[in-house]
């Protein structure tokens, strides 16, 4: 096959002209901002998934459209490599440079990466594009597939679907089926099917009901929710609400829910007592739970404590099966200080805290038998090894103990219900609620296990948020200089008190991230810190306010 560079060429200046002179960054999750900047650069990302699917000899790799729990006016890009995983960091600067350069340069940016990585250019490659559903991913769909079309790439389009389902399809496409069928039926079929095998006929157990409650954020989740249910034959009670009636993640989503620690909009007021509510993000790849105690208080539960759940979970099913399989959990700084004491001191399991961004947390669990990760936002999977899987398998197989045999048919089901390619919102609470229906739990009970340490989570815009630079996986900021100490200084007032900041890859603002001992003590330790990072850091806009009249909400 010939391909002629001139048309790179040809496509930007007719279609994709480059009107932006600002440098971007591939950032924690790809390329984001708002969507009518950024045709350019998915028509740029097009070309690129077509030369990582040629140095991967033809393999499948995916384009996501989506800007996850970004507001409505925005947009972005995730590229998925062939097993599933985010884009190679060495490609991340690729990426970078290739959407920076100019439209004239671009024809000879494209030809200098194919020569210095030694690309074979006249081979067949293929590329997997889908979008959520915010109303400029079809225009954007279209740059990324004229991209492919532009370097003779093969482009399938699988229209509206989550980031997750992404994931899914390209690793079953690789993996020539063997984890699944790459299709939206096949995807369903495989999650509802273990699902349904494990829970069978008996919908309650103990303190277990069958009833919850989702926030589909106006996104993607709550539109694939609706066939999950079309397709479930009653086995999970689930109302659905913000199924797109509103804008994109505006007051609802997991986001809002973890941020603002309140119930989001567009579900009923007085949700009745203990009842499972759940959250998922814009594009359905975070989750996490809620409910209202008996008090009528606010009660969240985010990644942390589904990562607890599981661990412990899984833990049993290991033991139940005779095996000894290493486990580990994956964090990052975001994670409740309680959460990681309540991992070391009760579950005895071995714990990592890696940078923000799933990427650094789906790397780190491959090192284990059985990794799981989550952020404390609600992003998060569990991996297994082969091997682990190889052990389960032949026990299902080979025991001749009807406990043992049935504990190995379980786990079966159990790694066909987790979508192992990425975390994903939908799999993730089938997950929590076939746990939680196996212990009998109501979401009380799992609440109870441990107690969170109050926190906050603040956005603070400066002039440039690059200028804060981590280190320690984001647990020390080491520029600008002096930032470090003073935040030392302030959190030593307070009992149990951390706090870090560290600018975010999806938004154009720095994070500050807070908890302490008891919620006034973290509200005004968020406050302090606030108040040295708009100094240090060059803020703009309105300064931090104090507690009193800013944080109003609960925790
Ligand atoms: C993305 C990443 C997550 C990360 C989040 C926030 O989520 O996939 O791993 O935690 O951004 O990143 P930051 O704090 O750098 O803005 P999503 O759901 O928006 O794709």
Same mark, same amino acid.
């Given at each position: 096959?010939?391909?002629?560079?001139?048309?790179?060429?040809?496509?930007?200046?007719?279609?994709? *002209?480059?009107?932006?002179?600002?440098?971007?960054?591939?950032?924690?999750?790809?390329?984001?901002?708002?969507?009518?900047?950024?045709?350019?650069?998915?028509?740029?990302?097009?070309?690129?998934?077509?030369?990582?699917?040629?140095?991967?000899?033809?393999?499948?790799?995916?384009?996501?459209?989506?800007?996850?729990?970004?507001?409505?006016?925005?947009?972005?890009?995730?590229?998925?490599?062939?097993?599933?995983?985010?884009?190679?960091?060495?490609?991340?600067?690729?990426?970078?440079?290739?959407?920076?350069?100019?439209?004239?340069?671009?024809?000879?940016?494209?030809?200098?990466?194919?020569?210095?990585?030694?690309?074979?250019? !006249?081979?067949?490659?293929?590329?997997?594009?889908?979008?959520?559903?915010?109303?400029?991913? *079809?225009?954007?769909?279209?740059?990324?597939?004229?991209?492919?079309?532009?370097?003779?790439?093969?482009?399938?389009?699988?229209?509206?679907?989550?980031?997750?389902?992404?994931?899914?399809?390209?690793?079953?496409?690789?993996?020539?089926?063997?984890?699944?069928?790459?299709?939206?039926?096949?995807?369903?079929?495989?999650?509802?099917?273990?699902?349904?095998?494990?829970?069978?006929?008996?919908?309650?157990?103990?303190?277990?009901?069958?009833?919850?409650?989702?926030? !589909?954020?106006? !996104?993607?989740?709550?539109?694939?929710?609706?066939?999950?249910?079309?397709?479930?034959?009653?086995?999970?009670?689930?109302?659905?609400?913000?199924?797109?009636?509103?804008?994109?993640?505006?007051?609802?989503?997991?986001?809002?829910?973890?941020?603002?620690?309140?119930?989001?909009?567009?579900?009923?007021?007085?949700?009745?007592?203990?009842?499972?509510?759940?959250?998922?993000?814009?594009?359905?790849?975070?989750?996490?739970?809620?409910?209202?105690?008996?008090?009528?208080?606010?009660?969240?539960?985010?990644?942390?404590?589904?990562?607890?759940?599981?661990?412990?979970?899984?833990?049993?099913?290991?033991?139940?099966?005779?095996?000894?399989?290493?486990?580990?959990?994956?964090?990052?700084?975001?994670?409740?200080?309680?959460?990681?004491?309540?991992?070391?001191?009760?579950?005895?399991?071995?714990?990592?805290?890696?940078?923000?961004?799933?990427?650094?947390?789906?790397?780190?669990?491959?090192?284990?038998?059985?990794?799981?990760?989550?952020?404390?936002?609600?992003?998060?999977?569990?991996?297994?090894?082969?091997?682990?899987?190889?052990?389960?398998?032949?026990?299902?197989?080979?025991?001749?103990?009807?406990?043992?045999?049935?504990?190995?048919?379980?786990?079966?089901?159990?790694?066909?219900?987790?979508?192992?390619?990425? !975390?994903?919102?939908?799999?993730?609470?089938?997950?929590?609620?076939?746990?939680?229906?196996?212990?009998?739990?109501?979401?009380?009970?799992?609440?109870?296990?441990?107690?969170?340490?109050?926190?906050?989570?603040?956005?603070?815009?400066?002039?440039?948020?690059?200028?804060?630079?981590?280190?320690?996986?984001?647990?020390?900021?080491?520029?600008?200089?002096?930032?470090?100490?003073?935040?030392?200084?302030?959190?030593?007032?307070?009992?149990?008190?951390?706090?870090?900041?560290?600018?975010?890859?999806?938004?154009?603002?720095?994070?500050?991230?807070?908890?302490?001992?008891?919620?006034?003590?973290?509200?005004?330790?968020?406050?302090?810190?606030?108040?040295?990072?708009?100094?240090?850091?060059?803020?703009?806009?309105?300064?931090?306010?104090?507690?009193?009249?800013?944080?109003?909400?609960?925790?």
């Amino acid at each position: 096959m010939s391909v002629n560079l001139r048309t790179v060429y040809a496509f930007a200046r007719e279609m994709y *002209p480059k009107k932006v002179n600002e440098n971007i960054n591939y950032g924690t999750a790809g390329f984001r901002g708002e969507a009518k900047k950024l045709e350019y650069v998915m028509y740029r990302m097009g070309l690129l998934a077509t030369l990582r699917s040629r140095i991967k000899n033809g393999q499948v790799i995916g384009v996501m459209i989506t800007a996850s729990h970004n507001p409505e006016p925005d947009n972005g890009v995730k590229l998925v490599d062939p097993m599933g995983e985010m884009l190679e960091p060495k490609w991340e600067k690729i990426a970078t440079e290739l959407v920076n350069v100019s439209d004239n340069e671009l024809e000879s940016k494209v030809a200098s990466i194919i020569k210095e990585l030694n690309i074979d250019i !006249g081979t067949h490659c293929n590329v997997y594009v889908g979008m959520d559903n915010r109303y400029h991913s *079809p225009i954007l769909l279209k740059a990324v597939a004229d991209g492919v079309i532009a370097l003779k790439g093969n482009v399938k389009e699988f229209g509206i679907i989550t980031t997750p389902m992404m994931h899914y399809f390209v690793v079953c496409a690789n993996t020539k089926g063997s984890y699944g069928i790459p299709t939206e039926e096949g995807y369903y079929k495989k999650i509802i099917g273990a699902f349904e095998s494990i829970r069978g006929n008996q919908l309650e157990n103990g303190n277990y009901k069958n009833r919850l409650m989702f926030d !589909g954020a106006n !996104g993607v989740g709550a539109r694939k929710m609706i066939q999950f249910l079309k397709r479930m034959n009653g086995s999970l009670n689930c109302e659905i609400f913000n199924k797109g009636e509103g804008k994109i993640n505006e007051n609802c989503g997991a986001d809002f829910v973890k941020v603002q620690q309140k119930v989001p909009n567009g579900m009923p007021e007085g949700i009745e007592a203990n009842v499972r509510c759940v959250s998922v993000d814009g594009d359905a790849d975070r989750v996490v739970y809620f409910f209202t105690d008996s008090n009528g208080k606010f009660q969240l539960l985010d990644g942390d404590r589904i990562a607890t759940l599981v661990a412990n979970y899984l833990m049993s099913l290991v033991k139940k099966c005779g095996l000894k399989l290493k486990m580990g959990l994956v964090q990052t700084a975001y994670a409740n200080g309680a959460s990681t004491d309540y991992i070391v001191n009760e579950l005895k399991v071995p714990v990592s805290c890696v940078s923000t961004g799933v990427k650094h947390l789906h790397h780190k669990a491959l090192e284990y038998d059985i990794g799981i990760y989550f952020e404390a936002n609600g992003h998060g999977t569990v991996v297994f090894s082969d091997e682990a899987k190889e052990m389960i398998k032949s026990i299902s197989e080979l025991s001749q103990n009807p406990e043992q045999k049935n504990a190995a048919n379980n786990f079966i089901d159990v790694i066909n219900l987790i979508n192992e390619t990425v !975390g994903d919102a939908i799999s993730d609470m089938l997950l929590v609620e076939t746990i939680l229906h196996s212990k009998g739990w109501d979401v009380r009970e799992w609440f109870d296990t441990y107690t969170d340490l109050p926190n906050k989570l603040l956005k603070i815009k400066v002039q440039d948020r690059n200028v804060i630079v981590t280190a320690d996986a984001e647990r020390i900021c080491v520029k600008p200089e002096g930032l470090q100490d003073e935040i030392d200084k302030i959190t030593s007032n307070y009992k149990r008190g951390r706090s870090f900041v560290r600018p975010s890859g999806t938004e154009d603002v720095v994070r500050v991230y807070a908890e302490a001992a008891t919620k006034s003590d973290v509200d005004q330790l968020a406050y302090e810190v606030s108040q040295v990072v708009y100094k240090m850091a060059g803020g703009t806009g309105a300064e931090p306010t104090p507690p009193e009249t800013i944080y109003n909400s609960h925790i």
